[in-house]
């Protein structure tokens, strides 16, 4: 052999080696069976094994797309005051015509009112007094920030929904998209999306005994329920207690030089004190690392071990994960809380994030609240001083601050942010326990599970009878060259699939029909060059002759000929949405490796073949 | 060696009168139905809209749904029953809300013999989005187009651009009118597989121009016609190959692919169809007209 063939040989197996190493964890997870899928899920494993495989999209796993848009007659309509015939028929006017020329409402909206001399600050007398231009870029600011707080509920709330990727994205300055997948019931998820969010302050405790009691309880029910599904079947939820507290023997060390008060840090892993094995204490709070979270959210919500909690109580989660022992290892706050909240979030009218504290280079949000809520939040922390009281948005804790002194005129200020986003963020909380958020469904795709199935069942079956076809057929019809094509062919999807899974690509209905044509299309580059080859060959040349020079003058024409089409898919991943992206990737990529498999590998099976001997016939 | 098309000379250009008057009586009989019936038949995506696809646990009949339906105002919905007497695909027009229009139209379901049904897919879409869209797939085409036109110009010559060019909007336009003819929607994902017919369309075009190229530098006495005809004839045995093998797949995808495929799968195999005798009756006479054109203007 010689060194450029070896080197080719080499190179295949390489190419070879890496697509079956790319392919591992796609191939596992859609052959393995529910027990070991949930085994994955509960260690953790699962998070990582997904970010390598292909995804099933909404339409084959069935599911929910649904796109949001903040509802601008709803959100004016709540804004103005005092409203008569003129300014509502200016509004209407404004949104019909928006929608006919399908350009943005507040430019159209700008227009139409400077046609009139109308004084918008007579309508809209919730924002500071002043000219028209000034009251529409409030007006605009305002829809811009409902969006902000719908998004920010519907992340808020992603676990409520049950499944496991949720995406959700702003799609320009007024929409967003929200992707369920694997939903089993729609009305409920769609009434999640939409539904207001449920702010509160709720008093945390701060009785370290108290706690303890919760967790030993905790640990009883837990262990009580443990004890029946091992009875059922034997599954190793003690040994996997076991190897996670191994992992967490610093801990107490850190957080008692950082906080330095009330740490009580357990963790032996005995089969009696199942919960507090997982966890830590510090600061009467409980904190969970971040590959428990789950596990400990499970069991939770099992009644059985939440009736452990006293009715006067209740757990609830922190929504950031926070490094406390400074060594890169996540933790979740777990707070223990009175049953009832002090204060519901209707009595805030605003919050808006800022420099300040003490420094005055602080990031801080500024909270103000009506007159009833300043008096109540004047009596809560004049009688809470020194403890923590919590923002709660729909169950999840955003933020447990320190009550420092009684707060009299409802003005207060919150510190402790690390930087702008995370004050913005915590404002955005605020505000959108007060104020309407009013979005409508301006399109949605729910696909049922049973019909995702029933196409993933069909496309399987067409991509399998369709590749035996085309497989068949190159056998028959070029014989000994047709069965190196199939083998190309076999690579080819392999490879395909292989890219796609490494891309953590999503596979849709179009995009199996996309699989299916470059199966068809692949065969394209190996019958240029077989047909070459006979011409070639027809001219009386040597069989190895005749195979270079095939192989050559093809060539131009595959990339030619490929290249266009690679072009209308990258225009159509460019423009398309959602099942259409999913047909225009799959649909380049197969014909990205059908060159690389057509030009490169086949060529380096027929030198193999024509280097031994001098051949005189060719199967072709 | 086995083979389909044995030393063939078909005279492909003396046709070319022929297939031109097909294809013109074609595509005028496919706008002709576009303008009766006022436009290409968009679906909700771009049109907005709400389709739904129920599964009732018990069977009942298409005029039980219809009367559901008109009892909440959507007598003009259009219901299609899938086989069997259990499963419809109930189609409506946007009017308000689209949130709305689904609610009302769940709570018709409901009333249907006692209200056990499921709904396997739902899609909505309000008619600011679907505008959108439609602007949004057009230039996507268009774009398709020009950068195909740009591509060929700079690899070939203009002329075969322009070839390429025609040959492409005679196959859009054909299954377009098909469309239309037939009454079938023009989806989202329809409008993804014509663009799928442009680069597949394009990809057998250009394996011809390929040809073309090459044999013009060896042959130049021959004069152009017959290098034309010599490269389709040379290129035929891969032309029909590789239009079965991928005919092949697209028709079985069509037959079971499933119900939800099957109007993108349809658009393909047209597409497929008119693409493979584009490029061998549409495309090369055109660089063959153009070629025969600018010589005259020299000439004169």
């Known amino acids: 052999m010689s ?23 796609t191939i596992s997870y859609y052959t393995m069976d529910e027990t070991q899928r949930e085994a994955l899920i509960e260690s953790g494993e699962m998070d990582e094994m997904r970010k390598n495989i ?20 709803e959100l004016i309509k709540t804004r103005v005051e005092d409203s008569d015939a003129e300014i509502d028929a200016l509004i209407s006017n404004s949104l019909d015509e928006a929608q006919n020329n399908e350009s943005e409402f507040f430019p159209t909206f700008a227009k139409n009112v400077n046609a009139t001399n109308i004084r918008l600050a007579r309508y809209f007398p919730i924002y500071e007094k002043g000219p028209n231009s000034d009251v529409m870029d409030a007006l605009e600011a305002d829809a811009k920030d409902a969006v902000d707080r719908a998004e920010e509920i519907i992340r808020n709330r992603v676990d409520q929904f049950g499944v496991s990727e949720p995406t959700i994205q702003r799609q320009g300055a007024w929409r967003i998209v929200v992707e369920l997948a694997g939903i089993s019931n729609q009305a409920q998820a769609r009434e999640l999306i939409q539904a207001t969010a449920l702010l509160e302050f709720v008093l945390v405790h701060e009785d370290p005994q108290l706690l303890d009691e919760v967790i030993r309880n905790i640990d009883k029910a837990w262990a009580a329920d443990m004890g029946e599904e091992i009875s059922e079947d034997s599954t190793d939820i003690v040994a996997e207690a076991d190897t996670t507290v191994d992992e967490t023997p610093s801990l107490a060390d850190v957080l008692s030089g950082d906080e330095g008060d009330s740490l009580s840090i357990t963790g032996t892993g005995d089969v009696g004190r199942p919960f507090s094995s997982l966890i830590n204490v510090g600061s009467n709070t409980i904190w969970v690392p971040e590959e428990n979270v789950r596990s400990i959210k499970r069991k939770l919500e099992k009644p059985a071990i939440a009736a ?6 209740k757990l609830a989660w922190g929504v950031s994960p926070r490094d406390i022992t400074g060594d890169g290892r996540m933790h979740r706050a777990l707070y223990l809380m009175k ?16 420099l300040g504290g003490f420094s005055g280079a602080e990031f801080v949000v500024h909270l103000s609240m009506n007159d009833e809520g300043s008096r109540e939040w004047t009596k809560i922390t004049a009688g809470n001083v020194g403890k923590r009281i919590a923002i709660v948005m729909d169950g999840n804790v955003h933020m447990a601050g320190v009550i420092r002194d009684k707060i009299a005129d409802g003005r207060t200020q919150i510190e402790g942010m690390n930087d702008l986003q995370d004050a913005k963020k915590l404002a955005v909380v605020l505000r959108a326990g007060a104020l309407p958020a009013p979005m409508v469904i301006e399109e949605e795709r729910t696909i049922g599970a049973s019909l995702g199935a029933d196409s993933v069942a069909a496309g399987t079956q067409a991509t399998v009878f369709g590749f035996i076809l085309v497989v068949i057929f190159m056998a028959i019809y070029y014989k000994g060259a047709g069965l190196v094509a199939d083998i190309a062919l076999v690579l080819n999807l392999g490879f ?4 796609l899974s490494t891309l953590n690509a999503t596979l849709t209905l179009p995009g199996i029909a996309g699989l299916i044509l470059t199966v068809g299309m692949a065969v394209d580059a190996n019958v240029l060059i077989f ?19 095939g192989f050559n003058r093809a060539l131009t024409t595959i990339v030619d000929a490929n290249l266009t089409t690679i072009l209308a898919a990258g225009v159509l991943w460019q423009f398309g949405s959602g099942t259409v992206k999913g047909f225009a990737t799959t649909l380049f990529w197969g014909i990205l490796c059908s060159m690389v498999t057509a030009i490169f590998i086949t060529r380096t099976i027929f030198m193999v073949m024509t280097e031994r001997k001098t051949m005189t016939k060719l199967s072709i | 060696m086995f083979e389909l098309i ?5 005279d492909f250009l003396s046709k070319r009168k022929l297939a031109g008057m097909i294809s013109g009586a074609v595509i005028l009989a496919g706008l002709v139905s576009i303008v009766l019936h006022g436009g290409p038949l968009y679906s909700i995506d771009f049109e907005g809209g709400t389709e739904i696809q129920v599964l009732f646990t018990e069977s009942t009949s298409v005029e039980s749904v219809r009367e559901a339906l008109s009892d909440i105002g959507y007598g003009d919905a259009a219901i299609r029953s899938f086989g069997n007497e259990d499963e419809f695909l109930i189609h409506v027009k946007t009017s308000t809300k689209s949130e709305e229009q689904v609610n009302t139209i769940r709570e018709a379901l409901a009333s249907i013999h006692g209200g056990s049904y499921e709904i396997r897919r739902l899609e909505t879409v309000g008619p600011k989005i679907g505008k959108e869209l439609k602007g949004d797939m057009i230039s996507a085409v268009l774009i398709a187009m020009a950068g195909i036109v740009i591509y060929i110009s700079i690899r070939f010559q203009f002329m075969y651009a322009i070839g390429a060019l025609v040959a492409l909007t005679h196959d859009v336009l054909i299954t377009l009118g098909l469309f239309s003819l037939l009454n079938m929607e023009i989806s989202l994902s329809v409008l993804a597989a014509f663009l799928f017919i442009v680069g597949y369309s394009l990809n057998d075009t250009i394996v011809v121009f390929d040809r073309v190229r090459e044999n013009a530098k060896e042959k130049r006495h021959d004069g152009f016609l017959s290098v034309i005809n010599l490269s389709l004839n040379q290129t035929l045995n891969r032309t029909v190959i590789t239009s079965l093998t991928t005919l ?5 995808l069509l037959f079971f692919g499933g119900e939800v495929i099957k109007p993108f799968a349809f658009a393909l195999t047209v597409g497929l169809v008119v693409g493979t005798y584009s490029s061998i009756f549409v495309a090369s006479p055109v660089v063959l007209a153009w070629d025969e054109n600018q010589k005259k203007k020299k000439n004169s």
């Open chain 1, 531 to 549: 047909e070459r080859i006979r011409e070639e060959l027809r001219n009386a040349k040597t069989v190895k002759k005749s195979i270079d020079d």
């Open chain 1, 308 to 313: 452990a909690v006293s009715s006067d109580s």
């Open chain 2, 248 to 252: 092949t797949v697209v028709l079985i």
């Open chain 1, 496 to 499: 395909t699939l292989a890219v």
């Open chain 2, 6 to 10: 044995k030393n063939v000379n078909i």
């Open chain 1, 54 to 73: 292909i995804h099933q999209g909404l339409d084959l796993q069935g599911g929910m797309h649904v796109v949001l848009e903040v509802d601008l007659e």
């Open chain 1, 3 to 25: 060194g450029n063939l070896r080197m080719r040989v080499f190179l295949v197996v390489l190419l070879v080696g890496s697509a079956a190493y790319m392919l591992r964890d």
């Open chain 1, 339 to 354: 049953g009832t909240a002090e204060l519901t979030g209707d009595v805030v009218t605003d919050a808006r994030e800022s």
